[in-house]
Each structure stands twice: as C-alpha cells, then as structure tokens.
C-alpha cells in the first residue's frame, strides 16, 4: 500500500510538471505571436522651438500653445548698446506673439505677428517619424514650412533698392517661405540634439551686390542648422541652436556683413508653462527675418537678452496620464 501511494505521487508530480512545462511553453508560442508594440520617446525637447530653431516637437490634439518671444536690444557698446541703453534692455529688436494648434498629435497649424518688419506669418510642422526606445526608430522627424508676409509701408519695405526703369512694385514681394527637415534624437533623459537643414525664398531681395563685386543677393537660401539640449535636472537645461548660412554675397560681404545666427540659453519649466532665458546676436525671431537677416556679431557685443515664454491650453481633448 505505501508502494503505491509513493508510485502515486511520483506520477501526480510528474503529471503537474509536465502541465507546467506545457503551460510556459503556451505562453511563449502567445507571446511570440503577439506583435510587438515599440514604446515611443517622450519630450525629446520640452517646447515646439529650441531657441531660435524649430523643435520636432508638435503640439498635442485638440491644445494650444500660445507663446510669447522677445528679444531686446545689443548689450556692448560697440553694437549700439551699453549703460546708457541699459544694456540693450531699453530697446527692443523684435518681440513675436504666436498661436499654435494641435490638429493631431503630430500635426501643428500656427499663426504668429513679430514687430521686426511688422510680419505676419502662418506656419505647419508635421512629424512623421518618432524615435522609440528600443531604437526599432532611432529618429525622430518633422517638416516644418513656414510663410511670412511683411505688411510694412512701401518705402520702408523698398528703401535701398537699386532701381530700374522697367521694376514695378507688387505685393507679391513682400511674401517670403522657410522650409525646413528637422531631424533629432534623445540620447537618454539628458541630451537631445537636432540637425536642421533649410531652404528659404525671397520674393524680393534688395539688387545689390557684395564689396568685392563677385557676388550677388540671391532670393534663395541655403541654410544647415544644428541645436541640442542638455538638462542639469528634471526641469532645468542647457540649450543652444546655430545656423550656417551658404551665400557667397554674406562670406564675402565686408562693408555690410552677416553673421550666422548663435542662441545660447537656459530652459526652464515649471508645470505647464516652459520659459527659455537666452542671449543671441538675432534680432529676429521668425526663421524668414532672423537666417537672412543677421547682422550682428558676437565678438562685437552684438547680442541681446530674450526670451521664449509658451503656455499650453487644453480646447476640449481628453487629458492624457
């Protein structure tokens, strides 16, 4: 009797290994068949811009981003600054109000007024590529267009025009486009960095040409850019963007010169409400007035304080936890 309670339960424990087995190696077979899902990255960039530069980020469905930039005028002496100006912060060189709506979660629609050339400006940036973080997508993508229109008085918008006999003024020209690839990955929770290569149109430009006589205005621009950010904690980091711009009428041009856009900063957020505390030698802040039109230098004292402030709404959507 005790022999075959004992053979008993060698084989109800077999049995029951033997369910187990089947049962982990059913789990496994369901497990592999299941598709896989590919977590997506989070805030590669805390706001839809890095300084100057345009961010992959978008604006979620159904919320508004309402944003305020401001630039101030040069700090050193030599750029027109100083004491006497309090630094820049007695002038202003532009100052940008802006509206941006989150049609969906990747596709933006904004529309904006700056001071500088009194331009209006609508713009679109959609994502169409998300970096996970299994790296099954190590980018994340967005195009991003934008087009200004300058609505400023016609001799203020055509002073220092060569003329000729036969140009006519048009409205036409006071529109101009950006276009840009914004390309960027986040390397952890601290480092995110963008590649930003850019195509721009004038519809008019002044007919000049540069100190050296070898090289014209071009309506059309050529512009790569590049940014990044580093957080020293949860809320605070250091951010910068930089453009070179291809134009052999601004490498050459020493009587007028251009400089290449530099924004160096900090950023800071504070539930809800991102601010960016920056200096840069742009006077703009909308790509169409700020890559063309930069002619200040560094080296010169010619950078001013600013600052990005956006303040994001919710239209109706459903918070996301």
């Known amino acids: 009797m005790k022999v075959s309670k004992k053979i008993f339960l060698i084989f109800a424990f077999i049995a029951f290994g033997s369910s187990i087995i089947a049962q982990d190696d059913m789990l496994a077979m369901l497990d592999s068949a299941a598709p896989k899902t590919h977590e997506k990255v989070s805030a590669t960039f805390k706001g839809s811009k890095i300084i100057n530069m345009q961010s992959t980020e978008t604006v979620k469905k159904k919320t508004m981003d309402f944003s305020v930039g401001h630039r101030f005028g040069n700090i050193g002496k030599e750029s027109g600054g100083g004491p006497h100006q309090l630094y820049g912060f ?75 006999p036969d140009f006519k003024q048009n409205d036409i020209h006071r529109f101009s486009y950006t276009t840009q690839l914004l390309i960027a990955r986040k390397f952890g929770w601290r480092f995110s960095m963008q590649l930003t290569p850019t195509y721009q149109h004038r519809n008019y430009v002044l007919a000049s040409i540069n100190a050296d006589n070898d090289a014209v205005e071009t309506n059309d621009l050529i512009s790569v850019g590049g940014g990044f950010r580093f957080m020293l904690t949860k809320r605070l980091g250091i951010i910068a963007d930089y453009y070179y711009t291809l134009s052999d009428y601004r490498t050459n041009n020493s009587a007028n010169p251009f400089y290449n856009p530099l924004a160096l900063g900090i950023e800071i957020e504070t539930g809800g409400h991102v601010f960016h505390l920056n200096f840069t030698n742009a006077s703009g802040i909308i790509e169409n ?33």
């Open 90 to 164: 007695d002038n202003s060189s532009d100052i940008r109000i802006g509206f941006d709506f989150g049609i969906t979660d990747n596709l933006t629609l904004g529309v904006a007024r700056s001071k500088q050339g009194e331009m209006l400006d609508g713009l679109v940036k959609y994502r169409f590529l998300t970096q996970t973080k299994d790296n099954h997508i190590p980018l994340s993508m967005a195009i991003y267009a934008d087009m200004g229109y300058t609505p400023v008085d016609a001799t203020q918008f055509y002073s220092g025009m060569v003329t000729t």
């Open 289 to 321: 007035n700020y890559i063309p039109n930069t002619t200040d230098s560094w080296l010169k004292g010619g950078f001013k304080f600013g600052f990005n402030i956006s303040r994001v709404f919710n239209l109706g959507g459903k918070k996301k936890h």
